[in-house]
T-cell receptor, first 114, second 112 residues
Framework: AQSVTQLDSQVPVFEEAPVELRCNYS??????LFWYVQYPNQGLQLLLK??????LVKSINGFEAEFNKSQTSFHLRKPSVHISDTAEYFC????????????FGSGTQLTVLP | NAGVTQTPKFRILKIGQSMTLQCTQD?????MYWYRQDPGMGLKLIYY???????DKGEVPNGYNVSRSTTEDFPLRLELAAPSQTSVYFC???????????FGPGTRLLVL
């Protein structure tokens, strides 16, 4: 069975500080990995994804994540956060033969403080 | 292109009442999904569909039913509402050959 673990349920950080949101997964087959972001009272939006190729993937707003197969991790990082980055972040995986079903982690609430 | 739309945005039900949550997508996607989101639990898959006329259970299907008579619509039915069904419900879709799911804005349901 596949699973996703987000160890940190809440991460407070000051504006312009760096942040890392941790994601570990478990799967016996190859997976695709995703980070989705949910702003207050909205649906989820794709932030970035790893499908294949370069293990470092980046979003348009400065986030990046690195796929590490040996450590089964896909941590999300940003070198300098803004107030507008305050949101809940979900790590998710998709595996072959799953009818494109996503398995989600429990989410990490990132709160950027002034 | 409206993407994925959901109605209503918010609803209060009494125990034992029934309702249908509507979901429509205009991207001609074959795959559609219903999730529920509870605090600290992430999103759990309720039902999904791989095309018109084809539906299957997800992780938490009890108390819900779905139908998929057209490519565009994927309604979720609650027959006998229970307090445990208080949640935020999200509909999502994706196309054949795609990996990204596109989410609707959600329906907040409170069962009292």
């Amino acid at each position: 069975a596949q699973s996703v673990t987000q160890l940190d349920s809440q991460v407070p950080v000051f504006e312009e500080a760096p942040v890392e949101l941790r994601c570990n997964y478990s799967s016996s087959v190859s997976v695709y990995l995703f980070w989705y972001v949910q702003y207050p009272n909205q649906g989820l939006q794709l932030l970035l994804k790893y499908l294949s190729g370069s293990t470092l993937v980046k979003s348009i707003n400065g986030f990046e994540a690195e796929f590490n197969k040996s450590q089964t991790s896909f941590h999300l990082r940003k070198p300098s956060v803004h107030i507008s980055d305050t949101a809940e972040y979900f790590c998710a995986l998709l595996y072959s033969g799953s009818a494109r079903q996503l398995t989600f982690g429990s989410g990490t609430q990132l709160t950027v403080l002034p | 292109n409206a993407g994925v739309t959901q109605t209503p945005k918010f609803r209060i039900l009494k125990i034992g009442q029934s309702m249908t949550l509507q979901c429509t997508q205009d991207m001609n996607h074959n795959y559609m999904y219903w999730y529920r989101q509870d605090p600290g639990m992430g999103l759990k898959l309720i039902y999904y569909s791989v095309g018109a006329g084809i539906t299957d259970k997800g992780e938490v299907p009890n108390g819900y039913n779905v139908s998929r008579s057209t490519t565009e619509d994927f309604p979720l039915r609650l027959e006998l509402a229970a307090p445990s069904q208080t949640s935020v419900y999200f509909c999502a879709s994706t196309g054949t050959g795609e990996e990204t799911q596109y989410f609707g804005p959600g329906t907040r349901l409170l069962v009292l």
